[in-house]
């Protein structure tokens, strides 16, 4: 952080409740180190607004941050923006290069800040662990790594399906189809991801934006893309969620299992595999 932008970061921490206390700002962050993360390159401060406010406000509510920031800090430009409708990369970066310089509710802050930093870094192992975009102007699909991931995919599948043909009820049981689930639909995210890298596409938002950047350019069709958001949503559940993940029952899993298989199927008919 440069001195001019250390000395605006510290008259925002130091005028921030003056600032924000006729907002409907519950907590916010001033951009400190920016430097990693181009988003927030001209971003001074990222808030998070009461939730009732309508999210056709924000415009309007932005405006007004910036107008504030404007005249306290004595800058000719300012930048501000409203999480609760940002994507979870923009969470990310704020969280990584900004600090705390307001708060009225200190609870849903913290709450806030463990939802992200656990989805967030969930996506960023993912991306980690896939291929790195290829510097050539050639685009190859990495027909063997897609393979693996689908042998891997359907091998989930196939133990699933045997927990379906022989139901029980014993807890262990249950927990198995679940992990078979998870296990299933995260293969699902990393087929998406290796592709999406490897084909220069743009980079998701969140975890269940990833099926949309495949759609983007054809490779799902919107059936496919509906089936796999809902099947991310279990598997949050499952991952982020376990109280609520044992809600997901065995009588469940066929219809997740159809969903599954028409993904695979899919994935190999697009790419003539």
């Not at 107008?67 to 300012?78: G, I, N, R, W």
């Not at 949503?233 to 044992?246: N, T």
Request: aromatic share 6%; charged share 25%.
């Amino acid at each position: 952080m440069n001195s001019e932008s250390s000395n605006i970061f510290d008259r925002l921490q130091e005028k921030a409740g003056e600032i924000l206390a006729e907002t409907p700002t519950l907590f916010a962050y001033g951009i400190a180190d920016p430097d990693d993360f181009p988003a927030l390159r001209d971003v001074q401060l990222a808030a998070y607004m009461d939730p009732g406010l309508p999210p056709e406000s924000y415009f309007h509510v932005e405006i007004r941050l910036e107008t504030l920031l404007e005249e306290t800090l004595a800058v000719p430009v300012a930048a501000a923006r409203i999480l609760n409708a940002a994507p979870l990369t923009f969470h990310g970066a704020v969280l990584s290069a900004g600090r705390v310089i307001y708060s009225r509710d200190e609870r849903g802050r913290i709450a806030f800040e463990e939802g992200v930093w656990t989805k967030y870094l969930d996506l960023r192992h993912m991306l980690a662990c896939g291929p790195q975009p290829a510097e050539e102007d050639a685009v190859t699909i990495p027909r063997e790594e897609v393979t693996e991931r689908l042998e891997q995919l359907e091998g989930h599948i196939s133990h699933a399906r045997g927990l379906v043909d022989a139901p029980s009820t014993e807890p262990i049981t249950q927990a198995a189809g679940r992990y078979y689930l998870q296990s299933a639909i995260t293969c699902c995210l990393a087929i998406c991801l290796n592709l999406s890298v490897t084909l220069k596409l743009r980079p998701p938002r969140d975890l269940a934006d990833i099926p949309e950047v495949l759609a983007e350019v054809s490779l799902l069709d919107v059936d496919v893309v509906r089936e796999l958001t809902r099947l991310i949503a279990i598997r949050d559940q499952l991952v982020y969620d376990p109280g609520k993940a044992e809600t997901v029952q065995s009588h469940e899993l066929p219809d997740y299992l159809a969903s599954l298989e028409r993904f695979a199927r899919a994935i190999r008919e697009r790419l003539e595999m």
